[in-house]
């Protein structure tokens, strides 16, 4: 990798807007230099961007698998294969997420995100796991399997905060045991995100109280009062956590744009609510991403079944919908031709907001100098033509 490296005649994507025939000097592997053009140091190896858009590397927080794999499959060969699907997706950090299932099969996930990282976080970063149950309402919990849904217990996921590394953790913060959960992940610096719950309002509000800060995938698998009708007697208690989201400015949340999930009403409504810097773009992804239609098992490969077709994964039923098989750049292009917003807001969303929720926005999120040179070419239609991390291409 040269020690410097120079993008040229791109269009910039900042996290307020665009600079046009752009300069993106990066010098042992940070951010040296992101602005209008100014010719670049003889010395540094040039990449002709020819016009197309020069954007920081996307982050998602909450992706389980794709091409094939889930991180519950915990082998090396299966964590390889994700990180580098995804980094041909423009994903250039990720939240490893789990599923609900055996005790022991979730701590070996993490076990192989610790010996990826130790291994050098070859395909992207992996930014601490999103332990995304078990402790979920079971009649929100989807396509989670249901025979492993259950309440917290401080021995069990005292075990997984050992284990580490932990981002995130999705829960449902009206279960028996849940407040000693939340002060122990805030206490360690992760994130305790409220999801796959029947939580009221006064629930979200005291979770908020205990340290809770997230909301898992707006929308899906959580209650909310915006369907009621008048039914004669007012119950100030029948809001749940969509109006937390909106109306509680300590609540940042995630939105799955695959237009699945999703109609674009419901995408736009949750932008002029809440905002760009405090909504996420996610992935949700699982191993059927990049996979022709099928069945594929979602979580452990005994996992729920997954029937995808035409580009949408439903259990078996046919009723739920069972995660996602878009990939980042995807969901940015459906969220911004949805919604109608510039490249710059949908990117930044996927990028600068996600890193603002994890904290580490002081080093990810945006081509600012100073920071890691992870970024991507981007053409009009979101297709990728390069990524790279911290100055080196991804192959």
């Not at 993490?110 to 078990?134: F, K, M, Q, T, V």
């Not at 205990?210 to 898992?216: D, L, S």
């Not at 009403?265 to 699982?286: F, P, Q, T, V």
């Not at 996600?354 to 991507?376: F, N, T, W, Y």
Request: proline share 6%; aromatic share 6%.
């Amino acid at each position: 990798m040269p020690e410097r490296l120079a993008f040229t005649h791109g269009t910039l994507l900042t996290d307020a807007g665009e600079v046009r025939d752009a300069l993106v000097l990066v010098e042992a592997g940070h951010i040296a230099y992101a602005g209008p053009w100014t010719a670049p140091p003889a010395d540094a190896a040039v990449i002709d961007a020819a016009g197309r858009y020069v954007a920081p590397g996307l982050i998602d927080i909450h992706i389980h698998g794709g091409d094939g794999s889930d991180f519950m499959d915990a082998t090396p060969e299966d964590v390889d294969r994700i990180f580098a699907y995804h980094a041909r997706h423009g994903v250039t950090a990720l939240c490893p997420t789990t599923a609900t299932g055996p005790h022991a099969e979730i701590l070996a996930c993490l076990d192989s995100i610790n010996a990826y990282r130790s291994r050098g976080n070859r395909y992207g970063r992996a930014l601490g796991a999103h332990i995304e149950g078990p402790y979920l309402c079971q009649t929100k919990r989807g396509c989670h399997l249901p025979e492993y849904v259950r309440n917290p217990v401080e021995a069990e996921w005292s075990e997984l905060l050992e284990r580490g590394p932990l981002a995130t953790m999705t829960l449902a913060p009206e279960l028996p045991g849940a407040r000693p959960l939340i002060e122990a992940l805030r206490r360690r610096g992760a994130i305790p995100s409220i999801g796959h719950s029947e939580a009221l309002y006064h629930e979200i509000v005291e979770a908020l109280d205990w340290g809770a800060a997230h909301a898992t995938h707006l929308y899906c698998a959580m209650t909310d009062a915006m369907n009621n009708r008048w039914r004669g007697t007012p119950n100030p208690r029948t809001a749940g956590i969509v109006e937390a989201v909106y109306l509680e400015e300590r609540l940042s949340s995630e939105l799955i744009t695959d237009g699945k999930h999703l109609s674009k009403e419901m995408m736009i409504l949750a932008l002029r609510n809440k905002g760009y810097d405090k909504l996420a773009i996610i992935s949700d992804a699982m191993r059927g991403a990049g996979m022709p239609d099928g069945e594929y098992t979602f979580g452990p490969r005994h996992g729920m079944v997954a029937v995808v077709k035409n580009r949408e994964a439903r259990i078996p039923d046919g009723t739920a919908l069972a995660s996602s098989v878009y990939a980042m750049d995807e969901m940015v292009r459906v969220f911004r031709d949805a919604t109608g917003v510039p490249l710059w807001q949908a990117v930044r969303m996927a990028s600068l907001t996600p890193a603002e929720i994890l904290g580490v926005d002081d080093q990810l999120g945006s081509l600012r100098p100073g920071k890691a040179a992870d970024l991507i070419l981007l053409d009009e239609a979101c297709q990728v033509h390069g990524t790279w991390m911290a100055g080196r291409r991804i192959d």
